[in-house]
């Protein structure tokens, strides 16, 4: 099993910054990707940024592109999602993700099937 703790998240004003974290415990030798996702009120959750463990290699969604990164500490199993720039749409409940990618290469997962493991979520609030 692993276990993923998401925190960081809170009130912020549209513009301002904002640092995600996620803490993975447990059997961490099952997964070998991390990613991001949210959701906001009445829409489905959409994918947000992602990271191979070994490698580096990242994927961003459009709508985050230079304005999030993604960054990773393999040492401490954790994963950040420093973000920039917010603006009111950003506002929704940040999940994260761990999953076991058989993709070629530094292939990232960017779909929510793709991931076996999620945290119970952390709220980021963008107000105008």
């Known amino acids: 099993q692993v276990q993923l703790a998401e925190s960081g998240g809170g009130l912020v004003q549209a513009g301002g910054s904002l640092r995600l974290s996620c803490a993975a415990s447990g059997h961490t030798f099952s997964w070998n990707a991390m990613g991001w996702f949210r959701q906001a009120p009445g829409k489905v959750r959409e994918f947000v940024a992602a990271v191979r463990w070994s490698g580096g290699s990242r994927y961003f969604a459009d709508s985050v592109k230079g304005r999030f990164t993604i960054s990773r500490d393999n040492d401490k199993n954790m994963m950040y999602l420093p973000m920039s720039r917010l603006k009111s749409e950003d506002t929704a409940v940040y999940y994260c993700?761990?999953?076991?990618?058989?993709?070629?290469?530094?292939?990232?997962?960017?779909?929510?099937?793709?991931?076996?493991?999620w945290g119970q979520g952390t709220q980021v609030t963008v107000s105008p």
């Open positions: 993700a761990a999953g076991l990618s058989y993709g070629s290469g530094q292939y990232v997962p960017r779909f929510g099937y793709e991931y076996a493991y």
